[in-house]
């Protein structure tokens, strides 16, 4: 019996068969596999979905989605969680400055630092990513990937209102954006450093021989499972001496089990 016979049993048993099939038939129209997610977690949100929905059950829920790929496209919004800031947790970004950037730009010797933003919302962690590449004398070539369209779709425009850029000091925001009517965009010098794509974690391809890659407040929405099947990918995408950078909330626990090692907190080292 295959695991994820077990697995579906089990959900089976706590949330049902309507939504087991509910989740059978995303997974069919999306790729996005909910059982590498945080089951509870999953099912309350998507249980709010359906009942703000007006929806009697799951089954009206991906009969929904099935025939409109708009309401598909909103639900996948929805479920997804975007929020993201500008060289959020600014501690962890002066470690990257001072500490982890300067030795990887260094070894580059004038070709790009390449880095990769896994789960990038709406860019704004890529952007700070190629601003700080930048101010370390490098050349960043900065990947951002996502599950969520309008997610990328927001990052590819570079366009964020006034309560979005509250991470930004006044020097970057003279430095690399434009004012607009509405709030702040993101000038060419920094647009034409960063590529945004669609890409699941959990079933595309990873990018290889990268010099960092960044992968924060993503791994708390997945399964043990899931975590380690992610981090493993992270690791190996790394070439030697590169560097993965997780979230505050994300510390590896058994790093040397993916080849890492450890050389500040949530900064590891590909040996
Ligand atoms: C909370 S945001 C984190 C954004 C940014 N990394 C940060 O720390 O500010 C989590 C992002 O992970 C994305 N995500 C969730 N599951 C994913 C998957 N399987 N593959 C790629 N991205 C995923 C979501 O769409 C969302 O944009």
């Known amino acids: 019996m295959s695991r994820q016979f077990i697995q579906s049993r089990d959900d089976i048993n706590t949330y049902g068969t309507d939504y087991v099939h509910f989740c059978m038939r995303l997974k069919k129209l999306t790729d996005i596999d909910l059982a590498s997610y945080k089951a509870q977690q999953m099912h309350r949100r998507l249980l709010n979905y359906k009942n703000r929905q007006g929806l009697a059950d799951f089954y009206a829920l991906s009969v929904s989605i099935q025939k409109d790929p708009k309401k598909l496209a909103h639900l996948v919004d929805f479920l997804t969680i975007n929020v993201s800031e500008f060289f959020r947790n600014e501690e962890h ?3 990257l400055r001072a500490s982890v950037l300067p030795p990887i730009v260094k070894a580059r010797a004038g070709k790009p630092v390449e880095i990769w933003s896994a789960g990038s919302s709406a860019g704004q962690e890529a952007y700070s ?3 700080t590449v930048l101010e370390a004398g490098g050349t960043p070539r900065v990947l951002g990937t996502d599950i969520d369209e309008p997610s990328l779709a ?3 425009e570079g366009s964020y209102s006034s ?3 509250e991470g930004l000091d006044r020097l970057h ?3 690399y954006f434009d004012k607009t009517p509405t709030g702040y965009k993101v000038r060419e010098v920094l647009k034409r450093s960063v590529l945004f794509e669609r890409r699941n ?3 595309d391809p990873y990018p290889r021989d990268l010099d960092l890659a960044v992968c924060r407040n993503v791994l708390i929405y997945f399964t043990d499972k899931g975590k380690q099947q992610v981090l493993r990918g992270l690791a190996d995408s790394l070439r030697p001496g590169g560097v993965l950078f997780t979230g505050a909330t994300e510390a590896v626990f058994n790093p040397s089990a993916y080849g890492l090692k ?3 907190p949530f900064f590891y080292e590909r040996a």
């Open 201 to 203: 974690l959990l079933s």
């Open 173 to 175: 925001l003279a430095k």
């Open 93 to 95: 970004w002066k470690v």
């Open 129 to 131: 990513l190629a601003m």
């Open 262 to 264: 450890q050389i500040y």
């Open 154 to 156: 927001k990052a590819r």
């Open 163 to 165: 309560s979005e850029i």
